[in-house]
């Protein structure tokens, strides 16, 4: 079956601007998660979703990030204000049930910001 | 919140076992530990997961201790495209506390 994709897979912006990322997760898995990764670095747990509730949204580096699910399928990460430290690589992932769960992720989008 | 440590890099060769051990001295009763493989410019994929003792699958082996306080990862016979970045994850289940804490990840490369 279709595993988790994102979109875009390529975005570059410039300072100051608003972007949306999509992900879009595997058919019936309930649990989504955001994760940064910058350039050589390892993975920045963000957001959690459990349906379309966020247990925890205190990965969230600041304030001009937000997530939402709707109809506990598709996520979008907003990312307001973009700044130059936001450049990273954002990967979504999806598990069935609940965080104990594996994940399967998506390919990730991959941010710059000029 | 389980803090997973794990060394930053290993150097092996074709044929060789690689072992690396991931510690998470906070894991939590309900805790599974879990491994996974990442390529550059893709997202991780799972290798395997294990509770306690010892589980092996197709791919790896993982040992876990009776104090469940680290897991070691074995990858047999390692070939050139085992050269990657690993992690272990160590979920904390229950509570309100659902950060799930990566490793830094361990990159391992293999020579011929």
């Known amino acids: 079956g279709a595993g988790v994709s994102q979109s875009p897979s390529n975005k570059v912006t410039e300072k100051g601007k608003d972007v949306e990322l999509r992900c879009d997760p595997i058919s019936g898995h309930t649990a989504l998660y955001w994760y940064r990764q910058s350039l050589g670095q390892g993975l920045e747990f963000l957001i959690y979703?459990?349906?379309?509730?966020?247990?925890?949204k205190s990965g969230l580096p600041s304030d001009r990030f937000s997530a939402e699910r709707t109809g506990g399928s598709v996520s979008t990460l907003t990312i307001q204000r973009t700044q130059q430290e936001d450049s990273a690589v954002y990967l979504c992932?999806?598990?069935?049930?609940?965080?104990?769960?594996?994940?399967?992720f998506g390919p990730g989008t991959r941010l710059t910001v000029l | 919140l389980a803090k997973t440590t794990q060394p930053i890099s290993m150097d092996s060769y074709e044929g060789q076992e690689v072992n690396i051990t991931c510690s998470h001295n906070?894991?939590?009763?309900?805790?599974?530990i879990t491994w996974y493989q990442q390529f550059p410019s893709q997202g991780p994929r799972f290798i395997i997961q294990g509770y306690k003792t010892k589980v092996t699958n197709e791919v790896a082996s993982l040992f876990i201790p009776a104090d469940r306080k680290s897991s070691t990862l074995s990858l047999p016979r390692v070939s050139l495209s085992d050269t990657a970045v690993y992690y272990c994850l160590v979920p904390s289940s229950g509570g309100s506390d659902y950060k799930l804490s990566f490793g830094a990840g361990t990159t391992v490369t293999v020579r011929a």
């Open positions: 979703f459990q349906g379309n509730s966020a247990p925890d």
């Open positions: 906070n894991i939590a009763t309900n805790d599974y």
């Open positions: 992932a999806s598990s069935l049930w609940e965080s104990t769960d594996t994940q399967y």
